[in-house]
């Protein structure tokens, strides 16, 4: 807490977006005499999500890493995908583990100011003004987290889907799961004709999250969830007994929306609120790393914090596979299998990390040559 009312970066919201940004000033000697505020009503102390990546090298983040995967499968109604994924693995981190380590780092740094407040505005003037519930505080920039209002009232007017999903952290009495293997989708439990899918992280022999998960225009009832996953748990894990550990929810923004037109000379938008998380598959954290680089690069540099944060071909192809998913949403479940199984894991992986080259993504998108596929790009050209 502070009692300054002036700080040269504000940063609204506390998670994985404004933390990255936060731990990656803190780690550079260039801000070590910057002022930074991070605001949020929260004081993060609960589990409220899992984050999954892969990456081929030891990180920063693998004191946090609740459990990693050298094996994956995708299964459809037609095949089972097998998958080694050497050089990657397949990380998953706890949301509480990552704030606790967060906060543990950034409250040993005199100019890391942590204010617990909820935002009413942001304005503009010869410093950025930003208006809280119990305070008004002044920076000379702002990072800000917050999902543009705009994007709730225009999103049926770009490509927009929901991630939406609930998982239960389950125990079983019995080893019963390959704790070497992640399911990272499982189309075979549907709700009618849309692309929905079970997701499986065995952190041990006898304990997974299960998760259901939409991709589609509209939520469902927390109840629908809880039928489908169990079900899944007992059809097709042949479970009978178990205990519910935990559980989660969420949804993510899957769209086009232009969240990069909301940045400013003053104000960058950051982490979902600016666009971060990838339109076509929803993950983030891998994305959120690289976009927090090249923001601490760009200061350095006296550059616009948000300038380079996007590869306008990647939004193209993003924009594509949403077409598909948008007007044939069944066709999720063949697009995903035309992913995995036409293309190496290790080739997918570099695509949707935005590291692909030109080949690769010709021989990716060959993959995906149908009717649908076609009439998508040209809609979207």
Avoid at 150 to 169: A, M, N, P
Avoid at 293 to 318: C, E, R, T, V, W
Wanted: aromatic letters at 14%; charged letters at 25%; a neutral charge.
């Amino acid at each position: 807490m502070t009692d300054n009312s002036h700080f040269d970066y504000i940063i609204i919201g506390n998670g994985l977006a404004g933390f990255h940004l936060a731990l990656k000033m803190v780690s550079d000697t260039y801000f070590k005499d910057k002022q930074v505020a991070l605001i949020d009503p929260s004081k993060k102390d609960t589990n409220d999500k899992t984050w999954s990546f892969w990456e081929t090298a030891p990180s920063q983040w693998d004191d946090v890493v609740h459990k990693s995967w050298s094996k994956a499968s995708v299964v459809t109604s037609k095949t089972n995908v097998e998958l080694n994924l050497n050089p990657y693995a397949y990380k998953s981190i706890r949301a509480i583990d990552f704030y606790t380590q967060a906060k543990a780092i950034l409250k040993q740094q005199q100019n890391i100011h942590f204010i617990q407040d909820t935002v009413t505005s942001v304005v503009e003037e010869d410093n950025v003004i930003v208006s809280t519930n119990l305070n008004v505080y002044s920076a000379s920039h702002v990072f800000d987290s917050r999902i543009p209002k705009d994007f709730y009232e225009r999103s049926k007017q770009c490509i927009s889907l929901i991630q939406h999903f609930k998982g239960w952290v389950i125990k079983t009495e019995t080893e019963v799961f390959d704790d070497e293997k992640v399911t990272m989708m499982d189309y075979r439990l549907k709700d009618g004709k849309q692309t929905t899918f079970t997701y499986v992280l065995p952190f041990s022999k006898t304990e997974a999250l299960v998760e259901f998960t939409y991709f589609t225009e509209n939520v469902v009832a927390e109840t629908t969830y809880d039928h489908y996953i169990k079900n899944y748990i007992k059809e097709y894990l042949n479970i009978d007994h178990y205990n519910i550990l935990e559980t989660e929810m969420g949804q993510i923004p899957m769209t086009n929306f232009a969240f990069e037109t909301y940045n400013t000379s003053k104000v960058t938008k950051i982490g979902t609120g600016g666009g971060w998380v990838k339109g076509s598959t929803g993950y983030s954290f891998k994305h959120t790393e690289k976009k927090v680089a090249q923001i601490i690069s760009n200061l350095k540099d006296k550059k616009l914090p948000s300038k380079g944060l996007f590869k306008k071909k990647y939004k193209f192809y993003d924009k594509v596979f949403l077409k598909v998913l948008k007007d044939e949403n069944q066709k999720g479940e063949w697009l995903f299998e035309q992913f995995y199984s036409k293309n190496s894991v290790q080739t997918m992986f570099r695509f949707l990390d935005e590291e692909s080259t030109f080949l690769e993504e010709i021989s990716i998108m060959t993959s995906l040559f149908s009717w649908s596929f076609i009439k998508a790009f040209f809609k979207t050209l």
